[in-house]
Nanobody, 114 residues
Framework: QVQLQESGPGLVKPSQTLSLTCTVSGGSITASYYYWVWIRQPPGKGLEWMGAIALDGNTVYSPSLKSHASISRDTSKNQFSLQLSSVTPEDTAVYYC??????WGKGLLVTVSS
């Protein structure tokens, strides 16, 4: 069974870059699923698909985030990461990493506040 664990800071200041990492166990980011995904949920709102990295390393992003989101991976550590630049309080959310659509991390609350 694939397990995912998000890690990163719980508090980021406005205009800074938010960096999160998803560590995957029980599966390989280069084989088990075609897409490895980042999804977020702002407080009181629905889920937002942010972007994904494919098993071949190609990336795809939500058009609304493409200008300041970047997804990368470290295959040696079986991890993939999200960077979100120039954050604002509207980027406050629980961030999830997801394997395909089947397995989800527990989520990490990130608050953007000065």
């Amino acid at each position: 069974q694939v397990q995912l664990q998000e890690s990163g800071p719980g508090l980021v200041k406005p205009s800074q870059t938010l960096s999160l990492t998803c560590t995957v166990s029980g599966g390989s980011i280069t084989a088990s699923y075609y897409y490895w995904v980042w999804i977020r949920q702002p407080p009181g709102k629905g889920l937002e698909w942010m972007g994904a990295i494919a098993l071949d390393g190609n990336t795809v992003y939500s058009p609304s985030l493409k200008s300041h989101a970047s997804i990368s991976r470290d295959t040696s550590k079986n991890q993939f990461s999200l960077q979100l630049s120039s954050v604002t309080p509207e980027d406050t959310a629980v961030y999830y990493c997801v394997a395909g659509g089947d397995y989800w991390g527990k989520g990490l609350l990130v608050t953007v506040s000065s």
